[in-house]
C-alpha cells in the first residue's frame, strides 16, 4: 500500500545544531508539504513543493529550508535550531491540484516530536 | 491571504448528544471544504469533505454543511460516541498565482465525548 513515512519519530536536539527530518511518499504525489503543530496555532504551512525541483516558502517559513531533488522525498531542514523550534512537525502529500482551484485530500505522515533544548 | 476562524476551540458532550463545529473563511472564490480529525498522537486524516456545488454532504453520523453565502461551513457529529473523542481540523484552499493550491487549517476543535 502507498504511504508517507517521517523519521525520526522523536528527536532531541542542541540550540544552534541543523537538524533534518526525513519525509518519503510511495503515493506518487507531486505536491508535498511540511507543517508544524502547535497548541493554540493549529497546523501551519513551512514550506511546500509542487513538484521536483520546485520549492516555495510557507507561512512560517524564516528559519527552514527545504529541497525536492525527486518526487518521493521532501526534507527539511533547520539550519540551526532553536527553542521557538521545539514541536510536532507533519509532512503530508496530495495528487496536483490543476487544473486551478481543484484541490484534493491531504495524506499526512506520523509526525515528528522534535525538542529543540 | 485565506482567512479561517474555527469554533468553538473546545467541546464537551455527552454520548448520544450532536456536537456542531463551524469554520468562517474569507475568500469567496473557495471551492473546496475538508475536515480533518486527529486523535491523540495521531496523524490527521480527511472525514469527509464537500465542494462548492452542493450544499450537504452526509456520512453516516457526521454531515458538513456550507453557506457560501455567508461564507461557513460546518461539520455535524451526530449520536457521538467515546471513539469520536479528537481534534477536529477544517480547512480551506488558498490558491496562489501560480494556480496550484495551499490548505490553510483552522485552529482545530478539541472534541471530548464523555460516556
Known amino acids: 500500500d502507498a504511504e508517507i513515512t517521517q523519521s525520526p519519530r522523536h528527536k532531541i536536539t542542541e540550540t544552534g545544531r541543523q537538524v533534518t527530518l526525513a519525509c518519503h511518499q510511495t503515493?506518487?504525489?507531486?505536491?508535498m508539504f511540511w507543517y508544524r503543530q502547535d497548541l493554540g496555532h493549529g497546523l501551519r504551512l513551512i514550506h511546500y513543493?509542487?513538484?521536483?525541483?520546485?520549492?516555495n516558502k510557507g507561512e512560517v517559513s524564516d528559519g527552514y529550508s527545504v529541497s525536492r531533488s525527486n518526487t518521493e522525498d521532501l526534507p527539511l531542514t533547520l539550519e540551526s535550531a532553536a527553542s521557538s523550534q521545539t514541536s510536532v512537525y507533519f509532512c503530508?502529500?496530495?495528487?496536483?491540484?490543476?487544473?486551478?482551484?481543484?484541490?484534493?485530500?491531504?495524506?499526512f505522515g506520523q509526525g515528528t516530536r522534535l525538542t529543540v533544548v | 491571504g485565506e482567512n479561517v476562524e474555527q469554533h468553538p476551540s473546545t467541546l464537551s458532550v455527552q454520548e448520544g448528544d450532536s456536537a456542531v463545529i463551524k469554520c468562517t473563511y474569507s475568500?469567496?472564490?473557495?471551492?473546496?471544504f475538508p475536515w480533518y480529525k486527529q486523535e491523540l498522537g495521531k496523524r490527521p486524516q480527511l472525514i469527509i469533505d464537500?465542494?462548492?456545488?452542493?450544499g450537504e454532504k452526509k456520512d453516516q453520523r457526521i454531515a458538513v454543511t456550507l453557506n457560501k453565502t455567508a461564507k461557513h461551513f460546518s461539520l455535524h457529529i451526530t449520536e457521538t460516541q467515546p471513539e469520536d473523542s479528537a481534534v477536529y481540523f477544517c480547512?480551506?484552499?488558498?490558491?496562489?498565482?501560480?494556480?496550484?493550491?495551499?490548505?490553510?487549517f483552522g485552529k482545530g476543535t478539541m472534541l471530548l465525548v464523555s460516556p
Open positions: 503530508a502529500s496530495s495528487e496536483a491540484g490543476v487544473p486551478t482551484r481543484n484541490p484534493s485530500e491531504a495524506f
Open positions: 503515493w506518487n504525489h507531486n505536491n
Open positions: 513543493s509542487y513538484g521536483v525541483q520546485d520549492t
Open positions: 475568500d469567496s472564490a473557495s471551492n473546496y
Open positions: 464537500i465542494r462548492s456545488n452542493v
Open positions: 480547512a480551506v484552499p488558498k490558491t496562489l498565482n501560480s494556480g496550484y493550491s495551499t490548505l490553510t
